[in-house]
């Protein structure tokens, strides 16, 4: 499943990980207000238009979601567009998988993506977000369960994950042959 609305989001580069670098406050700061934002509305449930949504499980950070968002925000930025397909022609799809957020491994895989440019703070393209029925639906949508988001040149991108692993019965049912995973694309 691939949801994609149009708006925008800002950068950030969170450094955590092998390099054992700690995240700036700056960097924890931006995750933060974001998260408490998005996840304060899913908690609580929304209107998107005039769909109510109703609560939803909070959202997750993912550092791998940032660097796709991030590398996606960089390079509208850079060459001068606002879309949801790369100049090179990659999808949201490519560039999750190509950052490193795949299947492999998960009974289910789920990604979206929210765009917008020219939004000064995180708040104003939160609440843009919110007031926009596609955006909001990603926002609101129980099959996401992490994000990433980055703002680069006012250029905002946020990237949705959802992946649900094999029980560890499922998981010895497909090491004996007895379950088989048989894999299709889903385009909307």
């Not at 998005?38 to 997750?60: A, F, S």
């Not at 590398?71 to 998988?97: L, P, Q, V």
């Not at 042959?177 to 909307?188: E, W």
Request: proline share 2%.
């Amino acid at each position: 499943m691939v949801k994609i609305g149009l708006l925008c989001s800002t950068a950030l580069l969170v450094l955590t990980g092998a390099s054992g670098i700690k995240p700036t406050t700056v960097n924890e700061i931006f995750k933060n207000e974001f998260l408490n934002r998005i996840n304060k509305v899913r908690q609580q449930g929304c209107k998107c238009g005039t769909v109510y949504m109703p609560p939803v499980g909070p959202l997750v950070w993912n550092d791998v979601l940032t660097d796709a968002a991030e590398g996606h925000a960089k390079d509208m930025s850079k060459r001068s567009y606002f879309s949801h397909t790369g100049k090179n022609g990659s999808s949201i799809e490519d560039r999750i998988k190509t950052a490193g957020y795949t299947y492999n491994g998960y009974k289910s895989f789920a990604i979206g993506e929210n765009i917008a440019f020219g939004q000064e703070t995180i708040a104003e393209v939160s609440n843009g977000w919110f007031k926009s029925v596609g955006h909001c639906k990603n926002l609101m949508n129980a099959d996401f369960k992490e994000i990433g988001i980055a703002e680069y040149n006012k250029y905002w991108v946020q990237d949705f994950g959802g992946r649900e692993a094999f029980t560890v019965r499922e998981k010895e049912l497909i090491k004996s042959g007895r379950l088989i995973i048989r894999r299709s694309a889903v385009k909307n």
